[in-house]
């Protein structure tokens, strides 16, 4: 059992700024890999960023090089830094756990930037 909390969300212009936060708390010891996905209205839900357990980090290419995504492990949250927002940033975001048992998603938050 893995729960995911996400927050940090909100309502920013373009070229601002956010950073979201996920929390894991469960059998932690299971992850081993964890990502930021995100859903726009309409649309299917996509990749934004991993992170493993080594550190490795990978980006989809919409958000290589404005957004960041770091891991604390002595917090057990993982973070996603989030720069040069763009209108079409805007989605539900969801922190996502990989484990040998399945996948584990939080609750999202809602991103939205303005024009």
């Known amino acids: 059992q893995v729960q995911l909390v996400e927050s940090g969300g909100g309502l920013v212009q373009a070229g601002e700024s956010l950073r979201l936060s996920c929390a894991a708390s469960?059998?932690?010891?299971?992850?081993?890999?964890m990502g930021w996905y995100r859903q726009a209205p309409g649309k299917q839900r996509e990749l934004v960023a991993t992170?493993?357990?080594?550190?490795?980090?990978n980006y989809a290419d919409s958000v290589k090089g404005r957004f960041t995504i770091s891991r604390d492990n002595a917090k057990n949250t993982v973070y996603l830094q989030m720069n040069s927002l763009k209108p079409e940033d805007t989605a539900v975001y969801y922190c996502n756990a990989g484990t040998t048992r399945g996948p584990y998603w939080g609750q999202g938050t809602q991103v939205t930037v303005s024009s």
């Open positions: 469960g059998s932690t010891f299971r992850i081993y890999v």
């Open positions: 992170i493993n357990n080594g550190d490795t980090t």
